[in-house]
């Protein structure tokens, strides 16, 4: 329409605020600009070699040159083929029964495939026998994402009590996933439960007893 106001692409952003600079991404970009010769980078962890550059696994590098590897494979094994097709909402189902069974049943992975009969977890996403599930996503943040919306979307409306427990300490960006999913008291990330985790004398040690 002629009288119709043009808004300008600045104005559409205008409401939204500047959030504080992530602290251990400060400190990443401290040890960066520091120009001393004998720092050490204590933010960020991840594997580091003796100049202080980031040391990929012997282990890792092996698994990417198998899956490249396996991009040119043209027999009938749907297991050993890679596509770029779409998975299913639940992931990748290999990739999540192999993981259930990496962290709950390791022995059958070194019995080697034979073993995998044997598992409860043959299924991958989701154990009859345990009443256990399993869905593949995005790193570990975004796997806390999507489970708290989930429990936000189904046991929270049956459960008005529904109460998060988070360790003590945890990431700091695990209170803001938690308030963002609706799961905070009042709103308010001080006012999530917690739970011990590290004992407080030793600063190393895991306080069991306390967190059990």
Not at 131 to 150: E, H, I, K, N
Request: aromatic share 8%.
């Amino acid at each position: 329409m002629a009288n119709e106001e043009k808004s300008s692409g600045n104005d559409v952003f205008s409401c939204v605020a500047e959030v504080p600079p992530d602290a251990i991404f400060a400190i990443k970009n401290g040890y960066k600009a520091c120009g001393a010769k004998d720092k050490v980078n204590l933010g960020i962890g991840a594997y580091r070699d003796g100049d202080g550059k980031p040391y990929i696994l012997k282990v890792v590098r092996q698994a990417e040159e198998y899956l490249v590897s396996r991009y040119n494979y043209t027999g009938d094994d749907d297991d050993k083929k890679v596509t770029k097709e779409y998975q299913g909402i639940p992931g990748d189902k290999k990739f999540v029964q192999l993981s259930q069974r990496l962290m709950l049943e390791p022995e059958t992975l070194r019995k080697g495939d034979k073993e995998a009969s044997n598992s409860r977890l043959n299924d991958g996403t989701k154990d009859k026998k345990s009443c256990m599930a399993g869905v593949q996503s995005l790193s570990g943040t975004g796997a806390l994402r999507v489970l708290f919306a989930f429990i936000k979307n189904t046991l929270a409306k049956t459960n008005p009590n529904l109460r998060v427990f988070m360790s003590d300490p945890t990431w700091g960006n695990h209170k803001k996933i938690i308030r963002d999913a609706g799961l905070a008291p009042n709103g308010e990330m001080k006012d999530i439960n917690t739970y011990p985790y590290i004992d407080t004398k030793t600063k190393t040690k895991l306080d069991f007893d306390g967190m059990i």
